[in-house]
């Protein structure tokens, strides 16, 4: 019989793509996988079930918190009791695990449950449910995506149980039987944290194989003659380095198009069109989030990718994000802060990706000239990230290392 790998995270795989990566590279290298997650949107449910093969990988949702599938009282308790849990972190400094998603017995029980060969643990709930499965006896690895404890600015820290965390990541790096992690720097930040080996490294890259996908239309763009810049995140709003990218816009001379995609926050559209200097000839486009498997196509419409990451927290500075890896395999120049992690990639990347200081509007503008005044460099960049990408940076490059550490701690 095949080994048994159970993959517990909290998030809806269209919105954690390192764990349907790793899922569908596991289950064909010939293991039995299982994911246990929580399910919060039907409409994201339908997508995640696209991504992975769902005769093969058993694709659970332990928490459901989706209207109409889940009781009204089930869902308003657990969002109560994370509230609360919350509440006493922020206003008596009594940390607890509760805070860190939806029913945390439950999805303990359903892991104990599972009897796999091997755990792997993504986010920070899971982190908790690893160290109690590793207590109980059982193998389990853990994925430090980002480093939990150092991933948020201490106001949004105040209702997160910081040192839980740190005390559950120490006992996961000095115990485990795998550790991995997204880039250098911030692995050897880890080990420094809690005294032990290196994690190994596993970047946030993609197949080379979705370009397959890409249908070659232009539906964020209509004036190709146009220089194009494009980002993208989850969320439009602040603490992103947008506003500082809108005023900084102000002093460029070449007229350009902006293209912003993700869920727009509150009323920063209106803020950011109130600062964008169109009087340049500079335009604003919003775009709304899309399938992952479209995302590719809409990125290689453009000619620059922005990858605007800060020095703090500290995971934002150490990790390798999604952002820059994605526009690699579109095919697109980077303009990119000097973050550690991006540092990272930049020292490989010939002249695909361009360096500037954040913040720093002179370094900025620099940067971003060098690509809009000369054509050449430009069409150089884009050879350079694809090349790149296929040579390095895709998932094709990366997955065996994946199923050669597995394979010898299962």
């Known amino acids: 019989m095949p080994k048994k790998i159970c993959i517990l995270t909290q998030s809806h795989l269209c ?35 696209k991504l992975i093969d769902n ?33 006493f972190i922020s206003r008596f400094g009594i940390e607890n695990k509760y805070a860190l998603g939806y029913d945390y017995h439950a999805n303990l029980r359903a892991a104990v449950a599972e009897r ?10 899971s982190t908790v449910i690893g160290v109690r499965l590793l207590k109980k006896g059982f193998n389990v690895a853990f994925d430090f995506e980002d480093w939990y404890s150092h991933d948020l600015l201490p106001e949004a820290n105040k209702s997160r149980p910081i040192r839980l965390l740190e005390k559950n990541e120490k006992f996961a790096l000095n115990n485990a039987s795998l550790t991995y992690t997204t880039s250098e720097s911030l692995a050897s930040a880890l080990a420094v944290f809690a005294g032990t080996e290196r994690p190994k490294v596993l970047h946030n890259v993609f197949p080379w194989a979705e370009r397959s996908y890409m249908d070659g239309l232009f539906k964020d763009r209509s004036d190709t003659d146009r220089p194009s810049i494009h980002w993208y995140s989850q969320t439009i709003g602040p603490g992103r380095g947008l506003e500082f ?140 990230a694809l090349r790149l990408a296929e040579e390095m940076f895709c998932w094709e490059r990366q997955e065996q290392n994946l199923v050669d550490w597995v394979t010898k701690v299962i």
């Open 245 to 384: 990218l809108v005023e900084a816009l102000a002093e460029i001379e070449t007229p350009l198009d902006l293209h912003l995609r993700g869920n727009l926050f509150g009323s920063f559209k209106d803020e950011l069109i109130n600062l964008f200097p169109a009087e340049k000839g500079h335009r604003l486009y919003f775009h709304p989030l899309v399938p992952h498997l479209e995302l590719l196509s809409r990125i290689a419409e453009h000619d620059i990718g922005l990858a605007i990451e800060e020095y703090v927290p500290d995971s934002r500075n150490l990790t390798i994000t999604n952002k820059i890896l994605q526009y690699l395999l579109a095919g697109i120049a980077v303009v990119a802060t000097d973050t550690s992690g991006q540092k990272e990639v930049a020292s490989l990347a010939g002249n695909a990706v361009f360096l500037f200081t954040n913040k720093d509007k002179k370094s900025f503008l620099t940067t971003i000239n060098q690509l809009l005044k000369d054509k050449i460099t430009l069409v150089e960049a884009k050879k350079d």
């Open 55 to 87: 005769k093969r990988i058993a694709y659970k949702g332990v928490i459901n918190m989706i209207p109409g599938q889940a009781s009204d009282w089930y869902r308003l308790k657990e969002r109560l009791k994370r509230r609360v849990a919350g509440e």
């Open 15 to 49: 919105r954690n793509p390192r764990v349907v990566k790793e899922a569908n590279t596991l289950s064909k290298a010939g293991f039995e996988v299982s994911i246990l997650t929580t399910f919060t949107y039907p409409d994201l449910l339908e997508e995640d079930l």
């Open 116 to 125: 796999a060969d091997l755990y792997t643990c993504h986010q920070e709930m």
